[in-house]
DNA sequence: GTCTATAGGCGGATAGAC
DNA sequence: GTCTATCCGCCTATAGAC
C-alpha cells in the first residue's frame, strides 16, 4: 500500500545494509552482484513507470531474482526507490551536463556558447533515459521532495554553475548578471526538452532547434 | 490493475455517456449535478497524488458518491482521468497565461515585458493547483501522450502566440525570429517555476525573482 | 543469502436491489 | 440513477525451508 506519508523518515533509507563503505566513490563501493542487478532492474521499471506504478514483482523480475532477495537488500518500496534515484543522481546523470574540458577562453564567445547550448540538448534529448529521468523526478517530486531537491543540487546546479564560471571569467561578455544569465540558458533549454521531447510537443508545435540555439546565443552574446 | 496497454484506445474516452452537446462551451453544458461532482473530486484526488496512487474508492469518497456512481458516468479509471484533465485543460487552466488586454503598443517595452513574465510569473507560483496539475501532466505525459500533448497545444502554444504577436507587432522591439525569442522568454520562467517550486529548489538553489525578469527582460530589449 | 509459498489487504470493476 | 455488497486479482511484505 502507498503510505502516502511522505516518506517523513527518509534520510540514509536506502543504501544496502552493508556499512557506508567509502563515501560514494568511482561506481559505488561494495555493492554485491545481486543488489546491483536489483538495482538496475528497479532502474528500468521505475523509470519506465513511475512509482506506484512499478510492482516489486516486476522489479524483481526484471533483476532475475526472487521477491524476498529484493526485500532482503532494501528495506521497503520506498528504500528501494530513493536508493535508485540517489545512485542516479550522484552518478551516471550527475556529469550530464558537465563539461569534460572548459573551453578556452580566448575562442569566440558564439562558438563556446553554441557549442555548451548543443552539448545541452544533446544529451537531454538522446539519452531516453535521462528523459524518463526527468519526467520521474518530476512525477513524483510531491511525494519524494528530498530526491527532486537532490536533483536540483547536484545536477541543475552543476550546470549553472558551469556556465556561470565561464560567463565570469570570460573577458569578451560583459554580462550584468551573469548567475541569472545562466539560469535563463540553461531553463530556456531545459524547458525546449521538456516540451519537445517528455510533453510530446515536437509533433504539435515543432521547432528547429538550432533557432532557439542561435536566437539563444544572439541574445547572450549582444547584451 | 494498471493496465500498462498506454491507452490505445484513448480517443473521445472519457466524457459522459451523454450525447456530446455542444462542442465544448463555457462551463461545460449539461453535465449533472453528480458528474460535476466525481469530476472535482477526481480533480481533488488524482492532482494531489497523481494517476497510478490515486483509487477510485478515494474519487467516489471525495465526490461522496458511492463508487457504482462514479463507475456509472464513466467507463474505467482512465476515461475518468481523461475526462478530468481534458477539461482542466480546456477549461480552468486555458488561459492561466492568457493575457486579458493586450497591452498598449505605445507603452514602454521593458514595463510591458516586465508586466508579462511577472503574471506568468504569478500565476506559475500562486496557484498550487496549476503547479500540481503540471507535476501530474509531466508526471503521466509516459502513460497519456494524448493528455501531454493537448496541454501543449492549448495551454503553452497559447503563451507562445500570444508574446509573439506582441514581438513581432512591437514598433520599438525588432527580433531576428520573435517566435524562438517568445520560446525562451517562456521556457526560461516555466523552467523557473519547475525548478523553484515543483522541484523545491527555492529551499536549496534561491534565486530571486526579480533577478531574473530583469536579466530576461534586458536580454530581449538589448537585442 | 536465496528461494517458494503465502498471508493479508486494497485495487478496479460489477451484480443486483431499490 | 444510485446505492450496498461482493468478486477476484494483484499488491506489499514476510515466514520458513534450504
Given at each position: 500500500m502507498e503510505t502516502d506519508t511522505g516518506q517523513t523518515t527518509q534520510p540514509a533509507a536506502g543504501q544496502p545494509v552493508e556499512p557506508p563503505a567509502q563515501p560514494l566513490a568511482n561506481d559505488s563501493p561494495s555493492i554485491s552482484?545481486?543488489?546491483?542487478?536489483?538495482?538496475?532492474?528497479g532502474i528500468q521499471?521505475?523509470?519506465s513507470h513511475g512509482y506506484a506504478a512499478?510492482?516489486?514483482?516486476?522489479v524483481a523480475k526484471a533483476?532475475?531474482?526472487?521477491?524476498?532477495?529484493?526485500?532482503?537488500?532494501?528495506?521497503?518500496?520506498?528504500?528501494?526507490?530513493?536508493a535508485l534515484i540517489q545512485r542516479l543522481v550522484a552518478g551516471r546523470f550527475r556529469s550530464i551536463f558537465q563539461d569534460s574540458d572548459l573551453p578556452a577562453m580566448q575562442d569566440d564567445p558564439r562558438a563556446i556558447l553554441t557549442g555548451l547550448a548543443n552539448r545541452i540538448l544533446d544529451?537531454?534529448?538522446e539519452d531516453p533515459r535521462f528523459l524518463s529521468f526527468m519526467r520521474v523526478i518530476i512525477g513524483e517530486s510531491g511525494r519524494f521532495p528530498q530526491l527532486a531537491k537532490a536533483f536540483v543540487t547536484h545536477i541543475e546546479q552543476t550546470s549553472f554553475r558551469q556556465l556561470c564560471r565561464y560567463f565570469t571569467s570570460s573577458t569578451q561578455l560583459k554580462l550584468k548578471d551573469p548567475e541569472?544569465?545562466?539560469?535563463?540558458?540553461?531553463g530556456s533549454l531545459v524547458h525546449f526538452v521538456i516540451v519537445q521531447e517528455i510533453l510530446h510537443?515536437?509533433?504539435?508545435?515543432?521547432?528547429?532547434?538550432?533557432?532557439?540555439?542561435n536566437t539563444l546565443v544572439n541574445l547572450v552574446i549582444q547584451e
Open positions: 552482484a545481486k543488489a546491483k542487478a536489483i538495482l538496475e532492474g521499471e521505475f523509470l512499478t510492482s516489486m514483482d516486476k533483476a532475475k531474482v526472487s521477491k524476498a532477495t529484493v526485500y532482503s537488500h532494501f528495506q521497503d518500496k520506498e528504500g528501494l526507490f530513493n544529451t537531454g534529448i541569472a544569465t545562466a539560469r535563463i540558458f540553461v510537443g515536437r509533433e504539435v508545435l515543432p521547432m528547429e532547434r538550432d533557432r532557439l540555439v
